[in-house]
């Protein structure tokens, strides 16, 4: 029995005048979901605890069974997991942007103008990096996005950020946040690292050219979103699941990648609206042969969401339906639970996440289907599965998978 | 938008015959609770957990999302608080009665005759007082009600009452409940100001003059309720929220304070059946004009409960309902959240608390509306809210303020 997992991010919404009081997955048309939630179960999905407006992060770390507010850190160690740095349990991570300041030391842009190639290259400069016995590991990841490692000893994550989030302004000084050595010496070790970055940026060949074309050159770098790696259980030594990752965005497969999920790259998925979901869905077809457990994550649902774009959202998740209809057991050859749900809601209205539920079905061939017919928010509430506390969803699904890990004896 | 959470004390029951085997609820009229249902989303509310009996104190820390399991340290801080007594993290806190002893050293009255005026000079006698460098601090509250603060360093609420809760016997010795230096000490400084303070109450005119009228002297201290004051969450400082408590009963008021509520106060609140229920809605009404959360509580039916009057209850429930009509989305201006619910289970058939949920409506502008029509226990069955524990309530109404306080990044 093998699992496909897939995520609709921000999928939960709130009832949309425009589209007769429904939520863009009750408006769409879906009826391959609705198949499966008609022989499923379905139930409302709380992925950190009721009331709790879920992050990205924390949210698909509940949403694999690890309780966020035991291994949750901050978002660093899973950007830079994403990007592909190897993490290490105590690293000090941290999402990183390449950013412009001026010679008044102002940030000018917070992107080096979304700058597209060549910051591999940038970070190549630091390889081999120390400052005070403190390794130094920066990755580039797409445009203007870095990951940076701080690893060694006597390193803290209670450590403020040096980005002002707004453009025309200083960078922020690094403070610790408490009194420890610890946080005082990251502070200095980021403080030096900004510095001499600074130069070395600023005398890059790759800079000096995108000044002479006009753009904005990217010598400086905004470190933000410290986390020190945690040790988060792994897929494969817990559950025995061979489990693959197919997502684009770097937040995902980092966080899969923590997980010990083996990621599947593909240029194919760019992790946003234009991804080829023919493509993603191909591939995750495909790693049904080789994995047990496939996690599929799109990311278009909660773009649209944080634009206010719900006719886009609509249009989206019929998208995503009518890949999913290979999945039906009528399509699909071999034994297969398929779980469908949404990492949060983002309801358009709110251009944000919000706290409300999400709909989840869980389909396999033998599981207690439930009267509900349809896959959507309010149809969910009459659901077998009720209430679910995201944490133990993938108890849930294991079970379907016929996976019993007994407590007790 | 603003929120406005009803709590009615006790509210949920039980089936009673007398009413057709519908709750004091379910039987009574309340047409704009019903609308407000049915535009809404319902649920039922386990206060504190399924099947666990709230306190009137627990219940209403769990409502404004604190854990009593974590907070809880007895009910005399709240009560300290109510009175209006500022208390301090750490102080020890009693509720304590005005009673009467005898020459032969017996409780004559436990509430001295339930004295109506006068209290206020009498624990002004105590001011000023240490005993062994501890601060005795006694507020007179409404009739023979007052509340006690020791104050200063080794002490403890481990400590038994001396409060015999019944007449005609000897007041009870205080103990120490654990083995510490702290309860040790704390035994013996209340036992050394009860006797004082037997002293000084004997020798007061109020209570001379009592006497000579045949009234009961309140020339004794009857101690219980032993708390240490908890450091709680701030609303204001935690959510950002003004926040207004619209109260009768002390309790309520100390809850409120003790979390950083703004207490108004008015006399015709009286915090029992006879309140006047208008002025009370006109009262929170007009807080929602300068205050983001009005938290307006109502006692009345707990009352009549506790009496096991259930057609009282019904008529209390309906006049509080009329109050509700201000509030409908069709006569209110201005984007408001309406939550209604109550702190516990009061049947009218027990005569107390019970651990039975409690039904819970939250409306508002653009919330998931189930196909709950009225406002009942057994409609709430059927609510898109489920079963909720009641320190998620606080989050699911913010949510619904677009309060966004994301976990995660």
């Known amino acids: ?236 030594e817990e559950y025995c699941l061979e489990t693959a990752c197919v997502a684009g965005g770097g937040l995902y497969k980092g966080v899969g990648r923590m997980l010990g999920m083996h990621i599947i790259e593909d240029p194919r998925m760019s992790g946003g609206t234009t991804t080829d979901l023919v493509a993603k869905f191909d591939i995750a077809q495909d790693a049904l042969k080789n994995y047990d457990f496939v996690f599929t994550h799109v990311k278009g649902t909660d773009n649209y969401s944080h634009d206010g774009k719900f006719k886009e959202k609509v249009e989206f998740i019929e998208r995503v339906d009518k890949e999913v209809s290979r999945f039906l057991p009528e399509n699909y050859e071999g034994d297969l639970v398929v779980m469908i749900t949404g990492d949060h809601s983002s309801p358009c209205s709110f251009k944000d996440h919000s706290a409300d539920p999400v709909p989840v079905l869980i389909y396999s061939p033998d599981c207690r289907r439930d009267k509900v017919e349809k896959f959507g928010e309010r149809y969910a509430v009459e659901g077998c599965l009720g209430h679910i506390i995201g944490k133990y969803l993938m108890g849930i699904a294991l079970n379907e998978m016929r996976l019993v890990h007994k407590f007790g004896a």
Chains 1, 2 share one sequence.
């Open 1 to 236: 029995m093998k699992l496909l997992f897939i995520v609709m991010d921000g999928l939960g919404d709130r009832p949309i005048p425009e589209l007769g009081g429904q939520t863009p997955l009750e408006y769409a048309k879906t009826p391959n979901m609705d198949k499966l939630a008609s022989l499923g179960m379905n139930g409302l999905l709380h992925v950190i605890a009721p009331g709790v407006t879920p992050g990205s992060d924390t949210a698909h770390l509940a949403l694999f069974g690890v309780d966020p507010y035991e291994y949750y850190t901050g978002r660093g160690p899973f950007e830079a997991a994403g990007i592909g740095l190897v993490v290490k349990e105590g690293d000090i991570a941290f999402r990183t942007n390449f950013a412009t300041i001026n010679t008044e030391g102002l940030i000018e842009d917070r992107r080096a103008g979304r700058i597209k190639e060549g910051t591999d290259q940038l970070a190549k400069l630091f390889e081999g990096m120390t400052i005070d016995g403190i390794e130094i590991l920066l990755e580039a990841g797409t445009e203007h996005r870095a990951a940076l490692i701080l690893r060694g000893p006597g390193l803290s994550d209670q450590i403020s950020e040096n980005d002002p989030h707004v453009e025309g302004k200083e960078p922020l000084d690094f403070k610790p946040l408490d009194d420890t050595p610890e946080a005082e010496k990251t502070a200095r070790v980021l403080t030096t690292f900004v510095m001499k970055a600074r130069t070395m940026l600023g005398n890059a060949e790759l800079n000096k050219k995108r000044e002479e074309e006009g753009l904005f050159p990217a010598n400086y770098l905004l470190i933000r979103g410290a986390g020190k790696v945690p040790k988060l259980p792994n897929f494969e």
